[in-house]
């Protein structure tokens, strides 16, 4: 490779990135490009970062109160990581405070995303600064602020600009494009400014609203950030000191304008900061001056002193600013913001800092409740916006944070199936909470009280109602999970506000990543750990609940999930096995289905052997119905329901082929226990050669037995990703609990 040709490509790719991103402009071509675009070059804060957030787009997603809208900019941006689990509830609430800022043409209240510790408040935000970082390296994100330029005095004296010296565009000549030699000094703005600041007030909103007008815009709001904006102090006293060397000729003073497009970054903090617990304001004053030789600077600035204004809402301005753990800070030390929010103005020694930025903090639900209790909270409870972040209350959106952290290349071996599953699983059983059945329909409140925590974690889950329920009951009992999940938002101690943390799951399961028992990170492994933790009431607050009606139970919790792994192992190796493939079961519900819809109808079916019509086989019907039909139902009832939830399902999936297990999951269920009761014993015969063929006892295995058990330890691994030895694990434990 050449080195000279391999750095000559790459100054190109910068240079040609240079340009077409329009980094620096002069004032004058600044303003064309707010022509072109002046909704997008208008906007403030809330309106940036609510662009932004569209920009990822959105999608509908399941959830226990129905389709939801979930953001995508919540998801792994490209090249990134941290994908914020569910919480759509809060993604919503929080965008619809951002629209109200919108519509106000203010932020003039500060959010406080309140909830338990561990529920992801501080990756909500780092999601939303990730998007902002992102978006500002689009062409629809570009974000603008500008420096002060001052050339050489030599060159200052010559002739530069787009008409030469002495025409009539003279004074429109600009310093913006000269290199680096030829500049004397150069300003930045380290509160990056909007550009627009630069034209006088009055001037500034009829160029705003005819540019709008002349771009058809009718439904933008004008934020008040860019319409009563003024420079600020440094900027204002550079700007008249040159006003005032030139005799006010303003077209001059704009020649020293260089307007740069800046980027979001995380990193160097700017357009967005976090603010952690601290004893101080956040914002400083610092003279320019002294960091620099006076007679740097071009003689129009020799007696002007210059403070500039340091510090994080400093470095957020324009963006985001984040206040973590707010709550944590004496109050003094926050007092500042009830202005803040509301005027958006920071009162320094010196000057008053204007700022736009949206301002976002994090509290639990401790310090927040004592916060309550406080005099001075009445002065913020106008100021401030509350958004609850609860813990997850769904087993499976709970394993997807397990999942993406915990992997082979995070824990150094192999994740067998199923252990993030049963840590997700025993997680959100321990924060459900007993439904008070007098809050519901009296109809319903014998269902609603008899619900378990296992049976309510389904019922979340996947709306699955349990098989003891008879189908009506069912059917009463998944129209009231909408507000099952949003009975108890209005407790103080609401659904989702106690239980065990994804942090201390992660914990356990790491620690069992490292068990010498298993040669994996096993299920039986993260089972251990979980019932190590029910034995330290100390150290987790959660455990020191009272129990009630099998709620709150968590090491009764440990014994429920190790049940419902078993349960899912059993039905992975008999289907590996392949005894009774699922294509048997699909075949022989679509006949029963297709019997039941003739019944219904009152038609004849086609003997398949003999090719008459007959009347549907009443007895097919009732020896299949004696496997899947809930004890007490109604045979006729039954069928019809069946024909219904086909009918419903057909209308929400209009072109979708039909898919009787997705439909009928519990039906499907009871029917290959069925199944498995009849082949009990071939089952456990075949366990038994598994676990020969796992250990020194191979050789007494025939040559096609051996065959067998390899075809299903090579099904398990093709199916269900299990390892030789995490299946022996496996199934030695199913073995002893199921088949000893």
């Known amino acids: ?106 932020i003039n209240k500060l959010v406080l995303l309140h909830g338990p510790n561990g529920s992801a408040k501080s990756s909500f935000v780092e999601a939303l600064k990730r998007g902002l970082e992102h978006y500002s390296s689009q062409p629809d994100g570009a974000l603008y602020t500008f420096n002060w330029i001052f050339p050489t005095q030599k060159l200052e004296k010559g002739s530069i600009g787009f008409a030469g010296a002495g025409g009539p565009g003279a004074s429109m000549a600009s310093y913006a494009h000269l290199d680096a030699e030829q500049i004397e000094v150069r300003l930045t703005s380290v509160l990056r400014e909007h550009p627009l600041f630069l034209i006088p007030r009055p001037d500034r909103q009829k160029l705003v609203e005819r540019a709008l007008a002349e771009k058809g815009v009718k439904d933008f709001i004008v934020p008040a950030s860019l319409l009563e904006g003024e420079l600020s102090a440094k900027n204002r006293r550079v700007f008249d000191a040159l006003l005032s060397s030139y005799g006010g000729d303003w077209l001059k003073v704009l020649r020293h304008v260089q307007v740069e497009r800046f980027y979001v970054s995380r990193r160097y903090q700017v357009g967005t900061f976090t603010v952690e617990p601290a004893m101080s304001v956040d914002a400083t004053m610092q003279q320019l001056s002294v960091d620099r030789s006076q007679a740097n600077f071009p003689p129009a600035l020799h007696n002007v002193v210059l403070f500039e204004p340091h510090g994080p809402v400093v470095s957020a301005n324009r963006g985001l600013i984040e206040f973590a753990d707010l709550l944590k800070r004496p109050l003094e030390t926050f007092k500042y913001l009830l202005g803040f929010s509301e005027t958006a103005e920071v009162g320094l020694d010196t000057t008053v800092l204007q700022l736009d930025e949206v301002l976002i903090s994090s509290s639990n639900e401790k310090h927040l409740a004592a916060f ?60 459900l909470k007993k439904p008070i059945p007098d809050r519901f329909p009296p109809e319903s409140r014998s269902l609603v009280e008899r619900l378990s925590p296992l049976e309510k974690l389904k019922l979340y889950q996947d709306g699955a109602a349990p098989d003891r329920f008879t189908l009506q009951q069912q059917k009463e009992l998944k129209k009231l999970v909408p507000s099952l999940y949003e009975e108890s938002d209005s407790y103080p101690n609401y659904e989702g506000r106690t239980g065990a943390s994804a942090r201390e799951i992660k914990t356990a399961l790491f620690n069992a990543a490292q068990s010498t028992e298993h040669d994996s990170l096993h299920p039986l492994a993260v089972l251990k750990e979980l019932s190590a933790i029910t034995r330290d009431k100390s150290v987790y607050e959660f455990l020191q609940q009272e129990i009630v009606d099998g709620y709150h139970d968590h090491q009764e919790f440990v014994r429920i999930v190790e049940h419902e792994y078993l349960e899912v192992v059993d039905r992975e190796v008999r289907e590996s096995m392949g005894l009774v493939s699922e294509s048997q079961y699909k075949e022989l519900f679509e006949r029963y289905v297709q019997t039941v819809s003739a019944w219904v109808k009152g038609e004849k079916m086609v003997n398949r052997l003999t090719g008459e019509a007959e009347k549907p086989d009443e007895g097919r019907m009732s020896e299949f119905e004696g496997f899947v039909m809930p004890r007490g139902d109604d045979a006729g009832e039954f069928r019809k329901s069946i024909i219904a939830a086909i009918g419903a399902w057909r209308i929400d999936n209009p072109t979708a082929p039909v898919d009787f297990g997705q439909i009928f999951p519990d039906l499907f269920k009871r029917l290959g226990d069925h199944f498995y009761e009849e082949r009990k014993k071939q089952l456990k015969r075949n366990v038994e050669n598994i676990l020969k063929y796992l250990s020194d006892e191979r050789g007494t295995l025939s040559p096609k037995e051996q065959q067998q058990v390899r075809s299903t330890l090579d099904a398990m691994g093709s199916r269900f990703r299990y390892t030789d030895d995490s299946a022996r694990d496996a199934i030695v434990f199913l073995m002893k609990k199921r088949y000893a």
């Open 372 to 431: 309550k209790e406080l005099p001075d909270f009445a002065s913020f409870k106008g100021r401030i916006e509350l958004v609850r972040v609860p813990y997850l209350r769904r087993w499976k959106v709970e394993q997807e944070i397990y999942d993406a952290q915990v992997n082979e290349r995070t824990v150094g071996r192999h994740v067998a199936p199923h252990a993030t599953r049963v840590a997700a699983m025993w997680a959100v059983l321990t924060r």
């Open 1 to 106: 490779m050449d080195a000279r040709r391999f750095l000559q490509d790459i100054g190109s790719t910068v240079s040609a990135d240079f340009v077409k991103n329009r980094t620096l402009l002069s004032f004058e071509e600044y303003l064309q490009l707010f022509f072109q675009a002046p909704q997008q070059q208008a906007r403030n804060a809330a309106q940036y970062l609510k662009d932004a957030i569209d920009f990822f787009g959105a999608e509908q997603v399941a959830h226990p109160t129905g389709q939801i809208r979930r953001f995508k900019v919540f998801d792994a941006t490209p090249g990134e990581v941290g994908r914020v689990a569910g919480q759509e509830e809060v993604q919503n609430a929080f965008y619809r405070l951002l629209g109200n800022f919108v519509r106000a043409g203010r």
